[in-house]
């Protein structure tokens, strides 16, 4: 039997961390971007150790989203493709699924029970469900986390962005009174907070997970974890210069990819990974060639 499109992890198998903050992925379907845009600058000959493409030239990855519990609140992070594309794109782009909320339904979670959706970045597989097939809030109660910058970026006149952004979804969401653009780093529910990294895109965010001044008990975990957005969209891509051809801003990238690799392996922060097609979160280790996935 194939397995099922919409996955999430178990409830009785959430990762709990720091401050009693419960999380969970929930895979939300497929795409398929070029492989050689995907890894931009890597030669093909390395980046062949880790994966194959399809018939079609492009890498076989994963929509995961996160669902994450603090406090009696609940923040979904990223909602996928959604459902408003051509179906020449959804073809071009290999999409299966990408529905966040018929995910979140097919698992038996309901959408209007979200309070907070992060978006990492405005790109069509990371902000395409903000809005339903007609326009409406895909997340009715929830309000929707995105950074100033990258709200700018997509009004912006730069043309490499045009046609890139979803500044109509943006816009109806804006409309529905339930955006909140935030700048820099910001908490939304205990233990949970966005902040603003760039690099892939002039606003792109992350989302670190775990109260930083977490007491607790004894027994309590005391584990952190971090978010990715495309800024490492797989654990194939955690060495720092691996950039991407969809990178807006690599230079910048590289280095905020190597002061995050650094804490992240240092801290023994648990890492998600919003494309990666194998189990999560995975740990970052040192070794002598550079940072890579543990295990
Ligand atoms: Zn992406």
Redesign the pocket.
């Known amino acids: 039997m194939p397995e099922p499109l919409y996955q999430i992890t178990p409830a009785d198998q959430a990762r709990e961390y720091a401050g009693g903050v419960a999380v969970r992925v929930l895979r939300a379907g497929w795409f398929r971007p070029d492989a050689g845009g995907f890894f931009g600058v890597v030669p093909r000959p390395l980046w062949q150790r880790f994966t194959q493409t399809d018939e079609r030239g492009r890498l076989v990855l994963r929509l995961n989203l996160l669902l994450i519990e603090s406090a009696g609140k609940r923040v979904l992070v990223e909602t996928g493709t959604g459902v408003r594309m051509t179906d020449k794109d959804r073809d071009i782009k290999g999409i299966e699924g990408g529905d966040p909320a018929e995910a979140l339904r097919a698992v038996g979670e309901d959408p209007s029970s979200i309070d907070f959706v992060v978006v990492s970045h405005l790109?069509y597989?990371?902000a395409g469900g903000l809005v339903d097939a007609s326009g409406r809030p895909n997340f009715p109660n929830a309000r929707y986390v995105v950074q100033r910058e990258e709200a700018d970026a997509a009004h912006g006149d730069e043309l490499r962005l045009a046609g890139l952004m979803e500044t109509e979804q943006l816009e109806l969401i804006r409309a529905a009174g339930l955006l909140a653009e935030v700048a820099g780093e910001v908490e939304m529910v205990p233990g949970v907070s966005v902040v603003r990294t760039g690099g892939h895109t002039r606003g792109s965010q992350a989302v670190l997970i775990g109260s930083s001044d977490a007491g607790g008990r004894a027994d309590d975990p005391q584990d952190r974890a971090i978010f990715w957005g495309?800024l490492i969209?797989t654990r194939w891509q955690i060495p720092v210069r691996w950039t991407s051809a969809?990178d807006d801003y690599p230079i910048d990238a590289v280095e905020i990819r190597n002061d995050l690799v650094r804490r992240a392996a240092d801290g023994g922060w648990w890492c998600y990974f919003?494309?990666d097609p194998g189990e999560l979160p995975v740990r970052i280790e040192a070794t002598d060639r550079g940072y890579r996935a543990a295990g």
């Open positions: 790109h597989d990371h495309d969209p969809f919003t494309h």
